[in-house]
């Protein structure tokens, strides 16, 4: 964590923006381990629902990744 980053903002903001943003990382990395296709689910919807999370790990995934995201 860079000390002066955000010089305008405190430095209790900036310590719960830095952690906040790994955890809900951490977060979506779960549900995207956990997440399946509803039997209802069409694979149109599971598809933009997986990348719509992997969009929350990385806002700007590569194709490689989000390959990577779908096979796993």
């Given amino acids: 964590m860079e000390r002066f980053r955000h ?18 990382q951490q977060i979506a990395f779960e549900r995207m381990i956990n ?12 598809y933009w629902g997986m990348l719509d999370i992997s969009r929350e790990i990385d806002p700007q995934p590569t194709a490689h990744n989000i390959l990577q995201h779908l096979i796993s």
Avoid: A, L
């Fill in 7 to 24: 010089p305008s903002s405190s430095p209790v903001t900036q310590i719960k923006d830095e952690f906040s943003s790994k955890f809900s």
């Fill in 35 to 46: 997440y399946q296709q509803g039997i209802n689910q069409s694979v149109y919807d599971f």
